[in-house]
């Protein structure tokens, strides 16, 4: 596999797999950023919170492999939903940064001037309404077409004073802040299966718990509630290059490709992350062709060389661009799930955690009603529902039919497809990736491909 910048000579917290049936008031199932701050939260307000994490570390995940931008500034969201949700969703993620912030050494993060910004006419009146709705909303802004880089933009929008971090140094403090407030945390253990009181794990142990959290990017069980249909699965691609030359802004495209821009000092190197593009999970064999644009744009536009850190990441999307995060199902209020970030993880784990603490202490957040999972979707919903149950129904058939010796996956059954680009399995119906030797890389799956030493 492709490696990640952020995981470059990175000491993560691993800790010891848990052996033996436990009891907890509050399980978290998943130690990315989501599930680490949940938990940091819930310890900090005095619950007893023991989380479980698959991986040899925390933060392995979806969360090393993100651009480390923590904004408000989420593509052309604003002006996508209602002039109310937008306020709501706004403050929520203004807020939720803000106050992570109060709990990190200023050595941890950094501040920078966030722009989304069009190149073509489309891409341009799309942001201008985008900025109607910034200044309906009252989101601090401005609209510019003078900008750093080394390309005419037909405009841009700019939001300042936003955060950049290193999302694998941002896991790992606040999991020793958790820890260091009582959460007992469990690296090693995959959580298999999921029952109305208890979790089983791979090496059969047993967690009961009063409460259960799922932060596991796609619901481990999600059939209750056709997750699996509510949920579309988008795969996109990163670099890393050393520069010279650092950027005061970091940036994303609104045309198609979409690009992402920004630069970072790891290890106290600087270095220029470049990458975009974006297909449904699991459906592109030749993955190294996104790899080999990116390098030929790197050399062209920005006059750098080959990218010495290749890596992609996962993000799911729900139809109305709004994550689920709450309650499992209506009927019952022991499970509950956050999920569909979309591009925008970082800054959606942190109102996850605030949204799912209110919950434990019985209050209201103000944005759990629109970020809630069984809220009412309307025809848009319905429609994505039926194109996204259209669309795996065909993937298991067309697997079955044309790619029949391919390893099956061990979620439900779909044939994967081998991945070049980042050596990996991965599954295109519910977005399950394997290694080479058919380990678990990112679920819903939670068991290894059977695979014959010729797959292997």
């Not at 994303?252 to 270095?271: C, H, N, Q, W």
């Not at 062209?300 to 010495?308: D, G, I, R, V, Y």
């Not at 689920?324 to 499970?335: A, E, L």
């Not at 799930?337 to 019985?362: C, F, H, P, R």
Request: glycine fraction near 8%; aromatic fraction near 8%; hydrophobic fraction near 35%.
């Amino acid at each position: 596999m492709k490696k990640s910048l952020w995981l470059e000579s990175k000491k993560l917290v691993s800790t010891t797999e848990l052996t033996q049936d436990n009891r907890c008031e509050i399980c978290v199932a998943g130690g990315g950023l989501s599930g680490i701050y949940t938990a940091y939260l819930l310890a900090k307000n005095g619950h007893d919170v023991l989380l479980l994490e698959g991986k040899e570390s925390i933060g392995a995940g979806a969360t090393s492999l993100s651009t480390g931008k923590l904004t408000v500034q989420h593509g052309l969201k604003y002006s996508k939903l209602s002039l109310e949700d937008s306020a709501v969703y706004y403050e929520a993620n203004h807020q939720a940064i803000e106050r992570l912030l109060q709990d990190l050494p200023s050595s941890l993060y950094k501040r920078a001037t966030s722009y989304i910004y069009a190149t073509t006419e489309q891409g341009k009146m799309d942001l201008q309404k985008e900025y109607e709705a910034y200044q309906k909303i009252g989101i601090p802004s401005h609209a510019t077409n003078e900008t750093e880089l080394p390309f005419d933009v037909m405009l841009a929008l700019a939001i300042e004073n936003e955060v950049q971090v290193d999302p694998t140094d941002l896991v790992t403090h606040l999991a020793n802040l958790a820890i260091k407030e009582g959460a007992r945390i469990h690296t090693k253990s995959r959580v298999t299966t999921v029952n109305e009181d208890y979790v089983q794990l791979a090496n059969d142990a047993r967690v009961h718990f009063q409460k259960l959290i799922l932060c596991t990017h796609y619901p481990i069980s999600s059939l209750p509630r056709m997750y699996t249909a509510k949920l579309a699965i988008k795969r996109s691609y990163l670099t890393a290059v050393p520069t010279a030359e650092p950027l005061q802004g970091q940036y994303v495209s609104v045309d198609e490709p979409s690009r992402t821009i920004r630069t970072a000092e790891v290890g106290g190197k600087l270095y220029f992350v470049y990458g975009g593009g974006e297909h449904p999970a699991g459906t592109v064999t030749e993955t190294n062709n996104y790899y080999e644009t990116f390098t030929q744009e790197l050399q062209k536009t920005f006059h750098l060389p080959a990218p010495e850190y290749l890596w992609s990441n996962q993000d799911m999307q729900t139809p109305d661009d709004i994550p689920y995060v709450g309650p499992f199902v209506k009927s019952s209020d022991k499970i509950y799930i956050a999920t569909g970030y979309d591009q925008w993880g970082l800054s959606n784990s942190l109102v996850a955690g605030e949204i799912l603490a209110s919950y434990m202490a019985k209050q209201e957040h103000p944005a759990s009603a629109i970020y809630q999972p069984t809220r009412h979707q309307g025809l848009e919903g319905l429609q994505e529902g039926l194109k996204n149950t259209g669309f795996m129904g065909a993937e298991f058939v067309k697997g079955h039919v044309a790619r029949n010796e391919a390893p099956t996956c061990t979620h439900l059954g779909c044939k994967t497809r081998w991945n070049e680009g980042d050596k990996t399995w991965d599954c295109p119906c519910h977005g399950s990736r394997f290694n080479a030797k058919g380990q678990v890389i990112e679920g819903p799956a939670v068991y290894p491909l059977e695979l014959d030493k010729k797959d292997a």
